[in-house]
């Protein structure tokens, strides 16, 4: 079971949130994922064990995302992030706690997350909207 949960105080428009499940559906398919699993877009980080902009919590798959007033790729691009971590633990990669900079899991979880945001944009015409910029939709 895959599922997705928003934090009231959000304000998420329904195109966003339709961009935002098609993009954990995709993440997904391409890392890929086997098993279920749960993402939160929360409104305060404090009360979900997020020190930065997202946490993945090893074990359970279950990612939790900070989205009060971020631009949604930046959102988007935490999902793909820790739902590498997500990956990585299904593969039996993650042994005790994920260094917070540098190293194998984190650089992984970095350039996944940029290669996804840019496959998702140029997948579909209506998924180019995740850049919330008309000069940035222009050039692609």
Same mark, same amino acid.
């Given at each position: 079971?895959?599922?997705?949960?928003?934090?009231?105080?959000?304000?998420?428009?329904?195109?966003?949130?339709?961009?935002?499940?098609?993009?954990?559906?995709?993440?997904?398919?391409?890392?890929?994922?086997?098993?279920?699993?749960?993402?939160?877009?929360?409104?305060?980080?404090?009360?979900?064990?997020?020190?930065?902009?997202?946490?993945?919590?090893? @074990?359970?798959?279950?990612?939790? #995302?900070?989205?009060?007033?971020?631009?949604?790729? /930046?959102?988007?691009?935490?999902? =793909?992030? &820790?739902?590498?971590?997500?990956?990585?633990?299904?593969? @039996?990669?993650?042994?005790?706690? #994920?260094?917070?900079?540098?190293?194998?899991?984190? /650089?992984?979880?970095?350039?996944? =997350?940029? &290669?996804?945001?840019?496959?998702?944009?140029?997948?579909?015409?209506?998924?180019?909207?995740?850049?919330?910029?008309?000069?940035?939709?222009?050039?692609?």
């Amino acid at each position: 079971m895959k599922k997705l949960h928003i934090s009231d105080g959000l304000n998420l428009t329904p195109e966003k949130i339709k961009l935002v499940s098609e993009f954990c559906n995709f993440c997904s398919d391409h890392l890929p994922i086997a098993g279920d699993y749960e993402i939160y877009l929360v409104s305060n980080r404090n009360n979900h064990s997020i020190r930065t902009t997202a946490a993945y919590h090893i @074990g359970e798959n279950v990612c939790k #995302i900070y989205s009060k007033n971020r631009a949604l790729v /930046d959102v988007l691009r935490s999902i =793909a992030h &820790e739902m590498t971590h997500m990956m990585q633990d299904e593969q @039996g990669l993650i042994q005790g706690n #994920i260094q917070d900079t540098g190293g194998f899991h984190e /650089d992984q979880a970095n350039a996944r =997350a940029g &290669e996804l945001i840019k496959r998702f944009a140029k997948s579909k015409e209506h998924r180019k909207k995740i850049y919330e910029n008309k000069k940035m939709l222009a050039k692609l």
